[in-house]
Structure formats: C-alpha cells, structure tokens
C-alpha cells in the first residue's frame, strides 16, 4: 500500500516552482545581500523584490513592513516580545485566547514570568471562537496589545479577525495574528483583517522551512530579539536567507493565485469525509466549528479509542496523521485546545487531526476511511 500524507498542517512538501526559483540562489547567486559588490547587489535586489511581492499580496504598499525571519515562531516571539519592551512605559498587559499555538502562549509565559507582562487568557465557544465583546471587556488602561489566531492549527475553527482588529483599532491597542495556518486559504489582506501584525511561515504553504515572516505596520515600534548588523530594517540581526526568502515569497504567490479554487476543492474533500466517517463509524465527534474552519482541517475525537495507539496502528499502514498539533506530537498531555472547548479527557484521549493538501483526492480518502474504521473497531475491541 503507498503512502497515504494527512498531515499538511503540520508541512507541506516544497514545490516544484519554488524550488526553482531558490536554486539559482544557492549557486552561482550566493553572496551575501549585505556585500557591496555586484554579486551582492544581486542578492540584495532578490530579498527586496520578494519584500515587494509579499507586501502586495499582503495589500501594503509599504515593503519595508514586511520583516522576514527564521521561521512563524521567531516571527511571534519578535511580534509579542518586540511591543512588550517597546510599550513598557505605556502599559503592560496582553490579551490572547486559551487556544493559540504554543508559540505565543510560551512566549505570553515567559513575559508573565519575567514580570514584564501580565497576559489575559481568554476563553473560546464550544467551536473554538472567542466574541469579540469578550476581547473589549478585557481590554484595560495598560493593554498594549491583542494577539488572536486567524484559523486554529488543531481544530481549523476561523477567528472573527475584522471584528476584533476594529475594536482594537477603536481603542488604539495593537492587533496581531498568527496566520501560519491561513496563507493559501483565507484572505491575507492586512487592512481587511485590520491588523497592525501578521504572523506567516514558509513551510505551511508548499515553501521552505526555516523562514518565516512578520508583518509590522508602519509606525509600530519593535524592540529586536536578534542584535548584529543591522539587517531587515535594525529589526532581525543576521545574513538574509537569499533562497529561502526567495523560495517564500515564490510559494505565497503561487497559494494566493491558486487560493479560491484549490480551497473549494479541499472544501468538497473535507465536508465529504467528515460525512463519511461520522456515517461509518459510531461515537466520533468532529471538533472545531462545522463551516467556520480550514477548508482542509477535519480535527476527530473517536471514543473509546487511544490517538497515540491508533496513531501507530495507521503510520503502519501507510496513512500519516497527527494525534494534535505537529508541535506538542511528542507531549503525552492532552491538548490545551481541546481541553479549552471542554471536550472530556476520555475523548480528547482519542482525538486525530486529518490535514489534506495538493496531494489528496477522493480515491486516497476513501482507502483511509476503509483502513480507519477497520482499525477503529480492532482497537475498540481490544
């Protein structure tokens, strides 16, 4: 049996186009983009029209509020941690939700640790949503900044972006997303979803790994984590990742492009499964919110069941799963999310993500419900 990949939330394969466009940058265009000399100016002139191509995918103008980074999480630690130290004298409280990806709930941690920050956590629906009024009621004199997902990793359920960012805009709070999960599904544009700061990763959308970007718009002030020669704007010390910068900006292009189709057609592969697997096998519960989500995310909780056990039973088959986010794969905790849409312990216990991608069609799903409800009662009965 080949090889069945579900699991496209947590990578996706680099493509073909993209690794095109990054070779050339590898040899013979490798010099440093810092570098004065011809070659130099060479690299420098790839990481700035990549800027320009995001910036206006992003529907900016202005490419110099697109910094490029090492990765999503390195983007949010310098969105989260970067306006703490810069706002200081102006307040020093943060308002986020109990179902982000660990990225910003670690780095919420450490400030609250550190005693630079103090963070409200607020809570979600039972989809997975947090209300917009509930974000304006926590906000208080001292909140400097409100950080709230686009679409969730784990469960796919769609935040209320536009909304949110209004209000923020109303009291004069700044607004950041972590939209790892979104490039290539919903739409990206900065000024719809009223956010001040945007969170993307190349690897998420048929790019690299290792580069990432965050979206900083202009006015904003960042203190840096990463301190050396000056690089993307004094903001992130270190040599540019030519081809990795060129491969990210070649693949956001290449999802935005192709976003409304490739998104009905997941849509159709994901509303069909669900139906399937809810009709075929008894005492499941599908996670997250039922139209609200990514077109590609189906988030299952089965009864009865251990994900990690039957995580194991379909890896052997061929069929790549997660049992939550690709991140925490390896913890044996149960998953904050689930827990914070109070799912009980006995169900989270038994909950898999299926993450489709360009690689998944009707006849792979239909072998993968076969193999999941054969396995599903072997482990039951056990």
Do not use: W
């Not at 900016?60 to 130290?85: C, Y």
């Not at 102006?90 to 939700?97: D, L, Q, S, V, Y």
């Not at 976003?259 to 057609?265: A, D, G, K, Y």
């Not at 044996?332 to 690689?359: D, P, Q, W």
């Amino acid at each position: 049996m080949k090889s069945i990949y579900l699991d496209y939330a947590a990578a996706t394969p680099v493509r073909k186009e993209v690794l095109l466009a990054m070779e050339g940058y590898f040899y013979p265009l490798f010099a440093n983009p810092g570098s004065v000399h011809p070659a130099g100016k060479r690299a420098k002139e790839a990481v700035e029209l990549a800027r320009k191509n995001v910036a206006s995918i992003l529907g900016t103008e202005d490419s110099s509020e697109i910094i490029f980074t090492g990765s999503g999480t390195e983007s949010i630690n310098l969105a989260l941690q970067g306006i703490a130290r810069a706002y200081r004298k102006k307040g020093n409280h943060i308002i986020t939700t109990k179902i982000e990806h660990k990225a910003v709930l670690e780095t919420c941690r450490f400030l609250e640790e550190s005693g630079q920050c103090t963070v409200t956590y607020l809570d979600v629906d039972n989809y997975g949503r947090v209300n917009p009024r509930d974000v304006e009621k926590a906000i208080t004199k001292k909140t400097i900044l409100i950080s709230v997902m686009y679409a969730n990793n784990e469960i796919g359920t769609i935040q209320q972006l536009a909304d949110i960012g209004e209000i923020a805009c109303q009291k004069k709070i700044l607004f950041h997303t972590d939209a790892c999960q979104a490039a290539g599904a919903l739409d990206l544009s900065v000024k719809t979803l009223n956010v001040d700061l945007l969170t993307l990763n190349g690897s998420k959308m048929y790019g690299p790994k290792g580069v990432g970007m965050l979206y900083v718009r202009k006015g904003v002030t960042l203190v840096p984590l990463i301190f050396g020669g000056g690089q993307e704007f004094g903001l992130r010390g270190g040599t540019e990742n030519v081809p990795g910068i060129v491969g990210f900006s070649r693949a956001l292009e290449l999802a935005e492009n192709e976003r409304s189709q490739e998104s009905q057609r997941l849509m159709h592969l994901r509303d069909q499964f669900i139906e399937k697997v809810q009709r075929v096998i008894p005492r499941c519960k599908l996670n997250g919110h039922p139209i609200q989500r990514l077109p590609n995310n189906v988030n299952i909780s089965f009864a009865g069941i251990d994900a990690e056990t039957l995580l194991k039973a379909l890896g052997e088959q061929g069929i790549y799963v997660s049992a939550g986010s690709a991140c925490t794969a390896n913890s044996i905790t149960l998953s904050h999310v689930l827990e914070a849409l109070h799912v009980s312990k006995a169900l989270a216990r038994g909950t898999l993500r299926f993450t489709f991608g360009k690689g998944t069609n009707e006849k792979d799903l239909g072998m993968v419900l076969k193999v999941l409800k054969e396995t599903v009662e072997i482990l039951r009965d056990l």
